[in-house]
């Protein structure tokens, strides 16, 4: 399997140059730091955002980056962007992020833009050979047929916390004598809640996750279980295993990022502090590690390891996401369109909690499945999901 064979230490004699796509979000910013803290290892040239303009030159001016785009066009007479020097290269649209991670001063791109934006970027990154730092989850999620087969030894290198785990697990392991995967969760905010506990839950409830730093459509996600749905499709295609080789255990302590298991009946388990950075940080260091950039766990001071089972009839979006990949071909990419409108309209307050897999759920069943053959067919699926899902809402009672 092409993601696992082995790749020989970094030998570059200069620092390794990174574009950053969505610089001003949770892993964005935690990818900064990463910079910051290595900066004899890391130049940044290239950096995007969506619309938070303050953020980019902020950004550039720092790191005196040489090329940084702005993906809302509506956003190019901001006065802030006059900040910014003659020297740097400034474009917009989405377009323009496309074209940032094929520049040819770039070597890793780091695919942090939330939501389906991310399909086309990866799809260009890996097409240019550039080392792709995918923390897009929806990119494997809805194009992972197309993008798999285009993957190098070492140029993919999952960011989610829970992929990087089961990446270093299987680091110098057959992939023949896999048995299964065992994907933890936190059970975000709402564990052993029921579902009518649930009804009236706020998004200011929702975004108070108990463990991670994240953005809020992720942090919802998390609430929701789609989080843990969408990687285990994530991992489906990242692994090469059936979706039902995949089991989702709850560890509320965030302590086992994940966990493999072989044929044997051996279990290896990849463990630390809950901070992104670290798996940011692998991203851009493999095959090699850098000094860490968190406070290591005291494991004598730990409170003991819970285990259990999430449940997949109250949280019934990680059901769902299950439903999506045994059926495969273009219908996680509609789940995970609704499953973005239903999620905006939740934060929005337009849809109640329990509405998201009611959404998703009802678009899911009138998706007709076809074969993913193109990212033109899949931008088709995820624009007629998304219509879906806003004429559903529109009918709901929030």
Not at 232 to 261: G, K, N, T
């Amino acid at each position: 399997m092409s993601l696992f064979e082995d790749v020989p230490s970094q030998t570059l004699d200069r620092p390794l140059r990174v574009a950053i796509l969505g610089c001003s979000g949770s892993i964005g910013t935690q990818a900064l730091d990463v910079c910051r803290l290595h900066a004899d290892k890391i130049q940044v040239v290239g950096l995007s955002v969506f619309s938070s303009c303050e953020k980019l030159v902020h950004a550039q001016r720092e790191f005196h980056v040489p090329h940084v785009v702005v993906a809302n066009a509506t956003h190019k007479d901001d006065p802030v962007l006059t900040e910014l020097p003659d020297t740097c290269d400034l474009r917009f649209g989405p377009d323009a992020v496309r074209r940032l991670a094929t520049l040819p001063e770039v070597d890793c791109v780091l695919v942090a833009v939330v939501g389906e934006a991310g399909i086309g970027a990866c799809y260009d990154a890996l097409a240019a050979d550039k080392i792709v730092a995918c923390a897009n989850k929806e990119a494997l999620v809805s194009g992972g047929d197309l993008l798999m087969p285009m993957v190098k030894p070492g140029k993919l290198i999952p960011v989610d916390s829970e992929h990087s785990a089961i990446f270093q697990c299987l680091r110098g392991e057959r992939h023949s004598e896999l048995s299964r995967i065992w994907l933890t969760c936190s059970g975000g905010p709402f564990l052993g809640k029921t579902k009518s506990e649930l009804a009236d839950v706020t998004p200011e409830q929702a975004l108070a996750h108990p463990s991670w730093s994240m953005g809020p459509k992720i942090t919802i996600d998390s609430a929701t279980l789609m989080n843990k749905g969408l990687e285990v499709l994530e991992a489906h295609h990242l692994f090469d295993v059936p979706v039902d080789a995949i089991e989702v255990l709850i560890q509320p302590q965030s302590r086992i990022h994940s966990m493999v298991e072989f044929v044997d009946g051996s279990v290896i388990a990849q463990l630390g502090p809950s901070d992104m950075r670290i798996p940011i940080q692998l991203a851009f260091s493999y095959p090699d590690r850098w000094e860490s950039p968190a406070t290591s766990v005291d494991f004598c001071q730990e409170v003991p390891l819970q285990f259990s089972q999430p449940d997949m009839t109250t949280f019934k979006c990680l059901a769902l996401a299950f439903e999506a990949g045994r059926t495969g071909g273009t219908l996680p990419c509609a789940m995970n369109a609704a499953n973005e409108i239903a999620n905006a309209a939740f934060r929005k307050k337009n849809l109640s909690f329990l509405g998201i897999p009611e959404v998703v759920e009802q678009v899911m069943n009138r998706t007709d499945v076809e074969h993913v053959e193109s990212l033109e067919q899949l931008e088709d699926v995820d624009r007629l999901a998304r219509k879906r899902a806003e004429t559903i809402i529109g009918g709901l009672e929030v």
